[in-house]
C-alpha cells in the first residue's frame, strides 16, 4: 500500500543468520536489521524490510521451503517463526537514519546520507543517498563489490575522454552517481521500477555530475539501437541478469567490461553459462560475504 512497507522477520540461529539474510536479500530485500533474543541457546531475529506491494504469500512460502532445506542440511534453529508487519513508511526513515552512517569504500569514495553534515575526508569523493524504499547504499556486499569494481575500472582507463557507462537496474543510483563522479563522460541508469527511478533522481540531484547522468524508466528496450558502452553495471538477480546476457553483450563497446554481482556461489555454474552462451568470458571474480562479483569481457 502507498505509504507503507512490509517487514518480514524471522527468528535465526547464528548457524542460519547469514544463510538467511542472503536469502531475503536475494527476494529482494532493500535491507535488514538483526536483533538479540533471548533465551538458551540464544537466538537472532532477522528483519528485513520490502516494499508494499510486495506479495506476502509466495514469500512466506518461498521461506519455508528454504528453512526446510537448512534443517535437512542439519543445521539447528532453521525452523524459526516468520511473522509479516505492515508498517508506515516514516519508520523506515527512522531506522535507517539510525543505521545508515558514512561508509568509506574503496580507496576514493565516501557514501554518505544526506543528512550528514560532516566534515568529511578531504582525500574522498562524497557520494550522498538517501535509500528511500530502494535497494543500494553501499553497505551490502554486492554494492561494495560494484563500486569497487567501477572505480578499478576508471583508473585504469586509457581513452582521452571519459568512457561511457551503463547501469542496469539503477535502484538508488548510486553506481551511476559514482562512475560519473570517478570519471565517466557519461552514464545511462535504468530501472523498471518507478520508485527507483524517482528516488535515483533525487539522489542525483544531490550531485554536480547531475548533468552527465541520464535516468530512464524502463528495461533495455528504452536503449537506443546501436548504443555502445565502455561500462556496464547489472547488480541484478541470477534469475534477472541470466537472460539479459545477449543482449549487454551487443552494447558493450570492444575493449569494454561488464560487472555483474548480485548472484550466490550455488548460480555461478549457472550464470558463467549464459556468459559464455552470450559470447562473452570472464576477466575477474571476487567473493564477499557469500556474494559473487564477476567482471566479464567480450570474446
Not at 556486499?141 to 582507463?157: D, K, P
Not at 575522454?161 to 552514464?187: E, F, H, R
Request: hydrophobic share 45%; with cysteine.
Amino acid at each position: 500500500m502507498a505509504g507503507t512497507y512490509l517487514e518480514v522477520s524471522v527468528a535465526a540461529t547464528a548457524e542460519t543468520e547469514e544463510a538467511l539474510s542472503d536469502f531475503l536479500f536475494s527476494e529482494g530485500a532493500l535491507g535488514l536489521v538483526t536483533e538479540d533474543l533471548p533465551g538458551q541457546p540464544p537466538g537472532i531475529l532477522i528483519r528485513a524490510s520490502f516494499p508494499g506491494s510486495l506479495r506476502v504469500d509466495p514469500l512466506r512460502e518461498k521461506l519455508r521451503r528454504y528453512q526446510a532445506s537448512l534443517l535437512a542440511l542439519g543445521l539447528p534453529g532453521a525452523d524459526g517463526a516468520i511473522s509479516v508487519r505492515e508498517l508506515p513508511l516514516e519508520d523506515w526513515g527512522r531506522k535507517w537514519k539510525e543505521g545508515f552512517k558514512p561508509l568509506a569504500v574503496g580507496r576514493r569514495l565516501l557514501i554518505v546520507p544526506p543528512w550528514e553534515e560532516g566534515p568529511f575526508h578531504l582525500d574522498r569523493l562524497v557520494i550522498r543517498i538517501d535509500p528511500a524504499m530502494t535497494f543500494g547504499t553501499g553497505h551490502h556486499a554486492t554494492t561494495r563489490m560494484c563500486l569497487e569494481a567501477v572505480e578499478a575500472f576508471l583508473a585504469g582507463w586509457q581513452g582521452r575522454k571519459g568512457p561511457v557507462a551503463l547501469d542496469v537496474g539503477t535502484g538508488t543510483g548510486i553506481l551511476a552517481i559514482a562512475a560519473a563522479v570517478l570519471g565517466a563522460s557519461w552514464v545511462l541508469a535504468i530501472d523498471t521500477d518507478l520508485e527507483a527511478c524517482e528516488a535515483a533522481r533525487r539522489n542525483l540531484g544531490r550531485h554536480s555530475v547531475a548533468p552527465h547522468v541520464e535516468i530512464r524508466c524502463g528495461g533495455i528496450e528504452v536503449i537506443e539501437a546501436g548504443s555502445r558502452f565502455d561500462l556496464i553495471l547489472a547488480n541484478l538477480d541470477t534469475r534477472t541478469v541470466c537472460p539479459l546476457f545477449a543482449p549487454l553483450a551487443r552494447l558493450l563497446a570492444p575493449g569494454g567490461a561488464l560487472v555483474v554481482t548480485g548472484i550466490t556461489p550455488e548460480d555461478e555454474g549457472r550464470v558463467t553459462h549464459a556468459i559464455h552462451a552470450a559470447g562473452l568470458h570472464l576477466r575477474a571474480r571476487r567473493i564477499e560475504d557469500g556474494w559473487l562479483c564477476l567482471t566479464v569481457a567480450s570474446g
